[in-house]
């Protein structure tokens, strides 16, 4: 890893992290870690260019078959792969088909762009993270080998006490806040070896505990209007991200949205 290297243009291949969700702008699009970096290094690097291929809700399968190779064809300098976590929510999971599909995924990435970047995704404390560790952190150990054979990056974002903060999730419990995006963008500028801007693993102030009333009501919220729905996907083979397509599919220049 160069320090403080020049990067000309950057890839972002996903699911709903990588997309955004849940960093709403006001009309209605999501921003997230992947365009908050993208701003940043258009801004020390005349002629930037950016594409994000990621979409919500696509497994592993769905991203080496759709996105790879797509993203290896544009031949950036950083390409970023965040994916398999959706396979592991899933009630039944064939673990050894999601390495196989994400060491496909790093073998025709690697060799195609100048750093590939993988990652530990963030896992929000609570019964449901503790259900679906055993089957995460036996994706992490092999993206862990993965990034040791290949020469990639890891951004340890599961190692992280504030990104497990409760706060930093929004209210369907499975995507992170504008601040956990914005902490991510810093991890990820970080471990591209460039000069950190802010302490992005500093934990939050302690919060009062809300009382009994108000945690039933925001667990009766979520499982009206998030899980619910997440069920009712999961049952009948539908996903978030049917028919939509990529967020921004074309290696293009980068420019700043407008304000």
């Not at 594409?51 to 950036?76: C, F, H, P, T």
């Not at 083979?237 to 049917?242: Q, V």
């Amino acid at each position: 890893m160069e320090m403080n290297a020049n990067y000309t243009s950057f890839v972002a291949v996903g699911d709903s992290f990588t997309e955004g969700m849940s960093d709403l702008l006001p009309d209605g699009s999501y921003r997230g870690w992947a365009d908050l970096l993208a701003a940043r290094l258009a801004a020390r690097t005349p002629g930037f260019s950016y594409a994000n291929l990621a979409v919500r809700g696509k497994l592993i399968g769905q991203i080496v078959s759709e996105q790879v190779d797509v993203a290896a064809a544009m031949g950036a300098d950083v390409v970023t792969l965040v994916g398999g976590l959706n396979d592991t929510l899933r009630p039944k999971c064939d673990m050894v088909r999601v390495r196989d599909l994400l060491e496909q995924a790093v073998e025709r990435l690697a060799p195609a762009c100048r750093t590939l970047v993988l990652m530990r995704s963030p896992g929000r404390s609570g019964p449901v993270m503790e259900r679906f560790r055993p089957r995460m952190e036996e994706l992490f150990a092999h993206i862990d080998a993965l990034a040791a054979r290949h020469g990639a990056l890891v951004v340890d974002l599961y190692g992280s006490p504030v990104l497990g903060d409760q706060r930093m999730w929004d209210v369907d419990r499975l995507h992170l806040t504008a601040e956990g995006h914005a902490r991510v963008a810093e991890a990820v500028w970080q471990r591209l070896g460039l000069e950190p801007e802010t302490d992005w693993q500093a934990l939050l102030p302690p919060a009062a505990r809300p009382g009994w009333a108000s945690r039933r009501a925001a667990d009766l919220r979520f499982a009206r209007e998030h899980l619910g729905p997440w069920i009712g996907r999961r049952l009948t083979g539908r996903s978030s991200g049917d028919g939509r397509p990529a967020k921004r599919p074309e290696l293009l220049p980068y420019e700043p949205p407008a304000s």
